[in-house]
């Protein structure tokens, strides 16, 4: 749910429910890299909520495209942590195979 005024599209606080710190603080710091965005922040109302508020202001793009796009890089980020944390398991995995054990209790 975005809110926000119907004058000025700049600045917005967004709320997102069934969220907490873990998506709150990724998306506030993909956004602070964003040189459109001017200030960010998030705030959890109480601790048995589970929704978190983002505020956005913006240099005078639209607050809930910059939101879109941060939210679209974290995926990309995602993705690439995935994938290069799947190379490196498979890796491991060629670089230290899987012994063989003996476990016949008539020894």
Not at 23 to 28: C, G, K, P
Not at 33 to 41: E, S, Y
Not at 91 to 103: A, G, Y
Request: net charge negative.
């Amino acid at each position: 749910m975005e809110h926000g005024t119907f004058t000025d599209h700049s600045s917005a606080t967004f709320s997102l429910t069934e969220e907490d710190h873990t998506l709150a603080n990724s998306v506030r710091f993909t956004l602070n890299q964003d040189p459109r965005v001017t200030f960010c922040g998030y705030s959890i109302p109480h601790p048995s909520d589970a929704r978190v508020n983002i505020r956005v202001q913006t240099t005078g793009d639209p607050a809930r495209e910059v939101l879109k796009d941060a939210c679209q890089d974290l995926m990309l980020m995602c993705r690439h942590v995935r994938s290069t944390f799947d190379k490196a398991v498979d890796e491991f995995k060629i670089s230290n195979p899987v012994k063989e054990m003996n476990i016949d209790s008539k020894k």
